[in-house]
């Protein structure tokens, strides 16, 4: 295990070798670049005192020994019921170096929970009629019509839907590791250099066959999620990120979400940083430079993984878009009530769409993690939902989610009366300065 201080050492040399070892990486810390920042946004309006209640001293406890037990720098964590924002707090912290506590508006990477916002957006475009879940992907009659896929290795590329790569279907399988973790190999296969781009996505698998015939069966894919951001522009006829801010997000009040960046220079000024494991390998950069980094700040292309696993947002707009596509009548739905069911639909590999798990009690999970990050989202069928983020990495890995869980009902078993209030609906009396 590790502790705090020495995350931060180890994590700082790391960055400060990056930096001298090659003059085209990012620099450790420079002036912060003007932010576009919405003061309308909850994330500007909702503090910590706010969820104080008979019961805050019960959750600071758990949240508390959590952190210690894993070992974890800090956590936010939003709660719902029925539809209200009822508790929003955050816990431990968002930069250890300079002590800076947790608030509900810091952002966090939420890895694969941005395989939900793809979805949502799909979904969009698909009761706009532009697409349909079972349009087909790749080839010249298709969504993607680039000349890259004019020739293909395996045909059964061009059978793909929107549907398959939703529900991880297409045809692609990780037995020989993840593409999308593993830019480096996908630019050797294609005999490139420098940094992957989707074009390099879209010659890789023109160049391969699949593993099996699309929408036989599933297997988890990040690459699929990643040729979806795709998708959506040549649907839309903007990009990825200005599509679902602009036409998906904003209109329902959901202003602070944006695709995070790979280095710790250009962090959004309320973003948290994020920590390994103190004997945590340094990677080679995802850039090709050859220059070694530790994984939460240039091993991974955020950028890229984008509709897959770049999305960064706090846990109270999370849990604003958690509301909006829960299916339940206490908030109406962003989407019509046939596309929410088509996401949870989860028999003969038609789904879930977007979630992760769909229960047979009714609960919907939807989890992501990747270095220095881990994120759950919990819609249950009872009207108690939540989000939990944290910004480390645990020895416990996948696992760690269980153990959120299981905090987290032990919290709502404790808790038989919440606020009145709804946060979402917060105005502060004041202007924020």
């Not at 009040?253 to 000024?269: E, N, W």
């Not at 939460?296 to 292309?301: E, I, K, L, R, V």
């Not at 789904?351 to 989890?367: E, F, S």
């Not at 009872?382 to 760690?400: D, T, Y």
Request: aromatic share 10%; glycine share 8%; with cysteine.
């Amino acid at each position: 295990m590790y502790t705090l201080k020495t995350i931060s050492c180890s994590l700082i040399f790391a960055l400060v070798f990056s930096q001298c070892t090659n003059n085209t990486s990012k620099p450790v810390e420079v002036p912060k670049k003007v932010q576009e920042v919405d003061k309308n946004s909850l994330n500007y309006k909702i503090s910590n005192e706010l969820s104080e209640f008979s019961g805050s001293s019960f959750i600071a406890k758990k949240a508390d020994d959590f952190l210690k037990q894993w070992n974890l720098a800090g956590m936010t964590m939003a709660i719902v019921k029925d539809g209200k924002l009822v508790f929003a707090h955050g816990y431990g912290y968002s930069d250890v170096e300079a002590k800076t506590v947790v608030t509900p508006g810091n952002l966090f990477r939420i890895a694969s929970v941005s395989k939900l916002i793809t979805a949502v957006a799909i979904m969009k475009l698909v009761e706009k009629k532009v697409i349909s879940l079972d349009s087909k992907v790749f080839g010249p009659k298709a969504i993607l019509k680039d000349s890259i896929f004019n020739k293909v290795v395996d045909k059964r590329l061009y059978n793909i839907t929107v549907r398959h790569l939703l529900a991880h279907a297409g045809g692609w399988t990780l037995t020989y590791g993840d593409p999308a973790f593993n830019s480096l190999v996908v630019l050797e296969k294609t005999g490139e250099t420098g940094a992957a781009t989707m074009d390099s996505y879209c010659r890789f698998v023109a160049t391969r066959k699949l593993h099996f015939e699309p929408g036989k069966r599933s297997s988890y894919s990040n690459m699929g999620y990643m040729f979806l951001s795709k998708v959506i522009e040549a649907a839309s006829g903007k990009k990825y990120d200005d599509f679902v801010i602009n036409d998906v997000l904003k209109p329902q009040g959901i202003l602070d979400m944006h695709i995070g960046r790979s280095y710790l220079a250009d962090k959004r000024i309320n973003e948290v940083k994020y920590y390994e494991a103190e004997d945590s390998p340094m990677i080679p950069s995802f850039d090709g430079s050859g220059t070694m980094v530790p994984k939460p700040y240039g091993g991974n292309p955020i950028e890229l993984l984008s509709s897959a696993g770049g999305w960064i947002a706090s846990s109270v707009e999370l849990a604003k878009l958690m509301v909006l596509i829960d299916g339940f009548r206490s908030v109406p739905d962003m989407i019509s009530g046939h596309l929410i069911d088509q996401m949870v639909v989860h028999k003969d590999f038609k789904g879930p769409l977007g979630w992760k798990v769909v229960k047979k009690n009714g609960d919907w999970i939807r989890t992501g993690s990747m270095a220095g990050t881990s994120a759950i989202v919990k819609r249950q069928s009872n009207g108690f939902g939540w989000v939990i983020i944290i910004n480390s990495s645990s020895w416990k890995g996948p696992r760690l989610p269980a153990y959120v869980d299981y905090m987290m009902r032990q919290i709502e078993k404790k808790i038989t009366s919440w606020p009145k209030k709804d946060l979402f609906k917060y105005e502060p009396t004041k202007s924020l300065k």
